[in-house]
């Protein structure tokens, strides 16, 4: 069972419906996934939305990324965390942030 408690994360408090159900869709679809399913299909949801002009910041991405890993091995949320630092040196060398 999906923990809704990420719904009450701070960093969400004045997040738009819009994102909120994208956040609910990425995070409802995503149980039962394998780390690299699970991170894959995040990345592709957050591209379809930013095609739509919806943007997350990285307090909103890293809240997400956060509720996902709630039920990680120590292992997988090390190889998640390994592979967001790696798309974040990427983004930054593409002067995307």
């Known amino acids: 069972m999906i923990n809704n408690k990420w719904m ?4 969400l408090s004045g997040i738009s419906n819009e994102k909120l159900e994208i956040l609910t869709k990425i995070i409802n679809s995503s149980n039962g996934m394998d780390p690299k399913q699970m991170l894959t299909y995040f990345i592709q949801e957050s591209n ?8 997350f910041s990285d307090a909103e991405t890293n809240a997400i990324l956060n509720v996902l890993k ?4 120590p292992e ?7 592979i967001r630092r790696m798309v974040n040196m990427i983004s930054k060398k593409k002067g995307r942030f």
Not at 48 to 55: F, L, M, P, T, V
Not at 70 to 73: I, K, L, R, V
């Open 8 to 11: 009450d994360d701070p960093v």
């Open 48 to 55: 379809k939305a930013s095609h739509n002009g919806i943007h």
């Open 70 to 73: 709630a039920d990680m091995s």
């Open 76 to 82: 997988d949320i090390k190889k998640i965390d390994m």
